[in-house]
């Protein structure tokens, strides 16, 4: 089950039997998971966005730690210190939460800026410095951190540079009735169901192999030029004040590419990018003050953009003959 879509159908089906729907949620987690990201997901409170975590830590066989912010939690509490043990007289190294393959900061946005900024070595670098000592987080690494967008009492805004460093941000929405219909049923056939009866799907080698498979897809110069057009338009957009970053150009290669290598591709189209335009950019544009007055919303703008912004044609036929020519005569991939 090397395969990335294989791979992504397992963890979605055994999600599946504690979650209803979310299918694009946990593609693009998935995706993140493929490419060493991290994930902001926002949603009112009870859409099950710490369950989603869980499980899909779970279902991908990854070590998992919530920490559940607060805003008297300290930098330590989150990387770990230095305890002195009395029966050996010397200092032992206590490892924080942060030490897993799926950290989730749970209502990240309670935390002091002092705290969230303790993320941002562990998130980037890939590793801590406890008191002088650097080290190595588990790989892989990925930070899923929440947020509640209607209570704003005893919180603190993530600054631009933190949410930069998140890959994608999700929007977790309240179900539809059918789905709520669904979880009422479920839930009285089968009242303890919990994240602890998921299975593990999916071993380490399978992750690993599908990683590289993702590292191998095709992106055609055409779709690296519409990406770069894309994060361009945002940093000329007359209701933005400062657009995207260099690292969204980043994020869209890399989810591109594991997105189209989900769908059972070896190379990048144009909808790919389109379908990650929004969780790429949406938390990376500061809109000025006229735009913030009028209400207009950032996902406003990036549809704007998509409209505007016309993608490269026949990037599918393009692509499928480079991914399939023969190698050169001569050459390390071809026959000798």
């Given at each position: 089950?090397?395969?990335?879509?294989e791979l992504?159908?397992?963890?979605?089906?055994?999600?599946?039997?504690?979650?209803?729907?979310?299918?694009?949620?946990?593609?693009?987690?998935?995706?993140?998971?493929?490419?060493?990201?991290h994930?902001?997901l926002?949603?009112?409170?009870?859409?099950?966005?710490?369950?989603?975590a869980n499980?899909?830590?779970?279902?991908s066989g990854?070590?998992?730690?919530?920490?559940?912010?607060?805003?008297?939690i300290?930098?330590?509490?989150?990387?770990?210190t230095?305890?002195?043990?009395?029966?050996?007289g010397?200092?032992?190294?206590?490892?924080?939460?942060?030490?897993?393959?799926v950290?989730?900061?749970?209502?990240?946005?309670?935390?002091?800026?002092?705290?969230?900024?303790?993320l941002?070595?562990?998130?980037?670098?890939?590793?801590?410095?406890?008191?002088?000592?650097?080290?190595?987080?588990p790989?892989?690494?990925?930070v899923i951190?929440?947020?509640?967008?209607?209570e704003?009492?005893?919180?603190?805004?993530?600054?631009?540079?933190?949410?930069?460093?998140?890959q994608?941000?999700?929007?977790?929405?309240?179900?539809?009735?059918?789905e709520?219909?669904t979880?009422?049923?479920?839930?009285?056939?089968?009242?303890t169901?919990d994240?602890?009866?998921?299975?593990?799907?999916?071993?380490q080698?399978?992750?690993?192999?599908?990683?590289?498979?993702?590292g191998?897809?095709?992106?055609?110069?055409?779709?690296?030029d519409y990406?770069?057009?894309?994060?361009?338009a945002t940093?000329?957009?007359?209701?933005?004040e400062?657009?995207a970053s260099?690292r969204?150009?980043?994020?869209?290669?890399q989810?591109?590419?594991?997105r189209?290598?989900?769908?059972d591709?070896?190379y990048?189209?144009p909808?790919?990018?389109?379908?990650?335009?929004?969780p790429?950019?949406?938390?990376?544009?500061v809109l000025?003050?006229?735009?913030?007055?009028?209400?207009?919303?950032?996902?406003?703008?990036?549809?704007?953009i998509?409209d505007?912004i016309?993608?490269?044609?026949g990037?599918?036929e393009?692509?499928?003959?480079?991914?399939?020519?023969?190698?050169?005569?001569?050459?390390?991939?071809?026959?000798?």
């Open positions: 089950m090397s395969e990335p879509g992504y159908d397992a963890i979605y089906d055994e999600i599946s039997t504690i979650i209803v729907g979310h299918e694009e949620l946990v593609e693009h987690l998935t995706v993140s998971l493929l490419t060493g990201g994930i902001l926002e949603g009112v409170p009870g859409v099950a966005k710490t369950t989603l499980v899909f830590a779970r279902a990854l070590e998992y730690n919530r920490i559940q912010m607060t805003p008297d300290l930098p330590a509490d989150i990387t770990g230095t305890v002195y043990r009395q029966q050996t010397e200092f032992e190294l206590q490892r924080g939460p942060v030490f897993a393959n950290v989730v900061a749970d209502e990240i946005n309670r935390a002091t800026p002092k705290t969230q900024s303790a941002l070595e562990a998130m980037e670098e890939r590793h801590v410095s406890i008191e002088g000592e650097t080290l190595k987080l790989e892989p690494f990925m951190a929440t947020q509640n967008p209607i704003m009492d005893g919180t603190f805004e993530l600054p631009e540079a933190q949410r930069d460093r998140f994608l941000k999700l929007t977790v929405d309240v179900p539809k009735r059918t709520e219909q979880i009422l049923d479920r839930f009285d056939e089968q009242p169901l994240p602890g009866t998921v299975s593990q799907v999916v071993a080698q399978d992750l690993d192999a599908a990683r590289d498979i993702v191998d897809i095709h992106v055609e110069e055409s779709v690296r990406i770069i057009d894309l994060v361009e940093r000329s957009h007359p209701d933005v400062y657009g260099p969204a150009s980043l994020a869209f290669l989810t591109g590419k594991a189209a290598a989900i769908h591709r070896q990048v189209i909808d790919d990018i389109k379908a990650l335009a929004v790429v950019l949406v938390h990376r544009l000025n003050t006229d735009a913030r007055l009028s209400n207009v919303s950032p996902r406003e703008i990036i549809t704007d998509l505007e016309v993608p490269p044609s990037v599918a393009t692509a499928s003959e480079t991914v399939a020519a023969p190698a050169p005569a001569g050459s390390d991939d071809g026959p000798q």
